[in-house]
């Protein structure tokens, strides 16, 4: 399983939510290119970095930000985060991103998502699943669609999507541990490789979701509250 360290950016730094409240911001480091090499350095290969004031402006923001984090690091980032036009996916290309994020196109407008699958390739594009209460929420978590997470994600995996980050937004910031039986019916019944998000704050925890299937897990407010140190993110990569 993939150990994924999580940048949230608002402004530039490095932030976290809580539970997506963009009112409940603790912000943990003014640069996050600096946090950035503190990942690579205990090991990491892989970095998941999501533009929050693009998730609310709906177009790319920070991307000057992905920019200097791809330049400065060797990390394989996958970017999130105002996904939502040709030019956005570009740009997020263009900018260092190996993999992209997109989660509201894909409920909004079925047909681009796909089209980006076709042009870009499966590796590239991962889905994005948020949802609160089983339900798919989008828009920077700010709207709550009618769409079960189950029937949406077998629904993709059936057209040829590969990865798929799935994050309880319940969970997200409050370190309260992870969707367990959630994930493990996703894995289970979907056949996706499914990165589970949201709410991980032990070893025990990434443990559970490993022996689950999970194909990777992505820890944030447990590395900057030090629940997962460094130390210890270190002997997991």
């Known amino acids: 399983m993939r150990i994924i360290p999580a940048i949230d950016i608002i402004d530039g730094k490095c932030v976290r939510l809580t539970k997506g409240d963009y009112s409940a911001v603790n912000l943990y480091c003014n640069d996050p290119v600096e946090m950035a090499i503190k990942f690579e350095d205990a090991g990491c290969k892989y970095l998941h970095v ?11 923001i920070n991307a000057k930000t992905l920019e200097k984090i791809a330049c ?9 985060g105002g996904i939502k036009s040709n030019t956005d996916i570009k740009t997020a290309f263009e900018c260092g991103a190996a993999q992209v994020t997109a989660g509201s196109v894909a409920i909004a407008d079925h047909q ?5 699958i076709e042009n870009y390739g499966p590796e590239k594009i991962i889905l994005g699943a948020d949802f609160r209460n089983n339900m798919i929420a989008f828009n920077g978590w700010a709207n709550e ?38 994930y493990n ?7 996706i490789n499914i990165i589970a998000s949201g709410g991980i704050t ?3 925890d990434l443990a559970e979701l490993e022996e689950a299937g999970c194909e990777g897990a992505i820890i944030g407010k447990a590395l900057y509250e030090n629940r997962i140190t460094l130390k210890e993110l270190s002997q997991l990569c």
């Open 185 to 191: 019916h996703l894995v289970r019944e979907t056949g």
């Open 202 to 204: 032990t070893l025990s």
């Open 50 to 60: 999501v533009d929050l004031d693009g998730a609310r402006a709906k177009h790319v």
């Open 145 to 182: 669609s009618d769409i079960e997470v189950f029937d949406f994600v077998k629904s993709y995996c059936e057209e040829g999507v590969k990865y798929c980050i799935c994050t309880d937004i319940s969970c997200d910031g409050m370190l309260s541990g992870p969707s367990h039986t959630i």
């Open 72 to 80: 400065n690091t060797n990390l394989k980032i996958d970017f999130g």
């Open 112 to 116: 681009l998502f796909m089209e980006w």
